[in-house]
Nanobody
Framework: QVRLVESGGGLVQAGGSLRLSCVVS????????MAWFRQAPGKERDFVAA????????DYVDSVKGRFTISRDNAKNTVYLQMNSLKPEDTAVYSC??????????????????WGQGTQVTVSS
């Protein structure tokens, strides 16, 4: 059974930084493209960033380009999301997702096969 466990969320002031981590177990991590999504209260789950199995290819939603960085450490079965220059509109539950394919996935929820429970990120103004 594949399991994804996120950590690193919390409360931060606008302009601050957080690094989210997602540890994956139950499958060969390097063959799984990964992604981060977020869901604000009353809104749909939105794509944030994605990374290929090797880590060579990444993709971001326009609103986080230049502020967020997705990366992975295949030796640790972990994917990261470094978030800098945080804004109040970044407040959401952030979830990691994986797919049964090494090529980078798209921005749709249905592109991914398994999900973590999420970690809350709150940015105060």
């Amino acid at each position: 059974q594949v399991r994804l466990v996120e950590s690193g969320g919390g409360l931060v002031q606008a302009g601050g930084s957080l690094r989210l981590s997602c540890v994956v177990s139950g499958r060969t991590f390097s063959s799984a493209a990964m992604a981060w999504f977020r869901q604000a209260p009353g809104k749909e789950r939105d794509f944030v960033a994605a990374i290929s199995g090797s880590g060579a290819t990444t993709d971001y939603v326009d609103s986080v380009k230049g502020r967020f960085t997705i990366s992975r450490d295949n030796a640790k079965n972990t994917v990261y999301l470094q978030m800098n220059s945080l804004k109040p509109e970044d407040t959401a539950v952030y979830s990691c997702a994986g797919r049964n394919y090494y090529i980078i996935g798209g921005p749709r929820v249905r592109d991914y096969d398994y999900w973590g429970q999420g970690t809350q990120v709150t940015v105060s103004s």
